[in-house]
């Protein structure tokens, strides 16, 4: 590494090296970066902290299925289960599911809470 180290009454005060050589570096740190992520999300998932999705939900969403049916489907809930547990009608969920309803944001809260989301990940529903 070629560096040159530039002084400021005396002292060390800035390196200057080439910028390929800064950019090597940069990869480098970015390199570490993300193994250090990795490692932090490992110990979370081995302590059961974190939820992996299967891709097949993922596709689902990406392709624009509904996301209450993709995450009721994933939780192993019927319209009829999730109905019940939110205190709506089948009919009801499944005019969401299908977009011809309107969910109240207290629904919609009830709903993120049972299915274990955040409120946004269900917010697109309409």
Do not use: C
């Amino acid at each position: 590494m070629t560096v040159q180290i530039l002084e400021t009454n005396g002292k060390p005060a800035f390196a200057v090296l080439p910028y390929a050589e800064y950019q090597a570096l940069r990869e480098l740190a970015d390199d570490a970066d993300d193994v250090a992520a990795l490692l932090r999300f490992a110990k979370r998932y081995a302590k059961g902290e974190v939820e992996t999705v299967p891709i097949e939900v993922v596709d689902r969403l990406f392709a624009g299925d509904s996301a209450l049916r993709v995450w009721r489907e994933h939780r192993g809930m019927t319209a009829a289960q999730l109905a019940a547990a939110v205190d709506v009608t089948p009919a009801h969920i499944s005019k969401l599911e299908s977009g011809k309803g309107e969910p109240s944001v207290a629904l919609l809260k009830k709903l993120a809470r049972l299915l274990a989301l955040q409120l946004e990940e269900l917010a697109g529903e309409a």
